[in-house]
């Protein structure tokens, strides 16, 4: 009987994990997008910025269950945006970012995205005006984080 309960509750937690990265994967995805946006805020992406997402997406409870590979895919996406254009770039980043309707699930990401902005001693005023407009197609407001 225990063999059979071990092996129910090993399976659940199978599910629960692959379910949560189903609920979660427009969070991820928002969250790589808006990365590359703050990224490419300023027109240059610094090496402290790819080792802080880099170690973000390591150790971050909420990504670490996805693949490295399909993260970097959404991140490259929107950053090969705007090496075509700024604006494609925003569009591209802000479209994933406005599939966001829950607070919680927002001030995360805004969260993160802030943490990669600084992570070179250097949120510039570019940095700070693209995470204004994230918060802007979100539903939380650039004044909770100071902006």
């Known amino acids: 009987m225990a063999g059979w309960m071990d092996k129910l509750k090993e399976a659940t937690a199978g599910l629960m994990t ?4 189903l609920a979660n994967k427009k969070v991820m995805k928002a969250t790589m ?3 590359a946006m703050v990224m ?6 610094k090496d402290e910025e790819m080792e802080t997402m880099n170690n973000l997406i390591m ?3 909420e990504l670490k269950c996805y693949k490295y590979a399909e993260m970097m895919e959404v991140f490259n996406e929107v950053h090969d945006q ?3 254009n700024k604006f494609a770039g925003q569009g591209v980043a802000l479209g994933y970012l ?13 969260g ?4 990669i902005a600084d992570s070179d001693g250097d949120f510039d005023v570019n940095e700070k005006a693209s995470v204004v407009k994230m918060c ?3 539903p939380i407001q650039a004044s909770e984080f100071g902006l």
């Open 18 to 21: 692959e379910y949560s990265k």
């Open 82 to 84: 705007f090496k075509v």
């Open 40 to 45: 490419d805020a300023n027109g240059v992406v």
């Open 33 to 35: 997008a808006g990365i």
């Open 59 to 61: 150790r971050d409870p």
């Open 112 to 115: 993160k995205v802030c943490a």
């Open 136 to 138: 802007g197609v979100m």
């Open 98 to 110: 406005g599939k966001i309707s829950d607070q919680k699930e927002a001030r995360i990401i805004i």
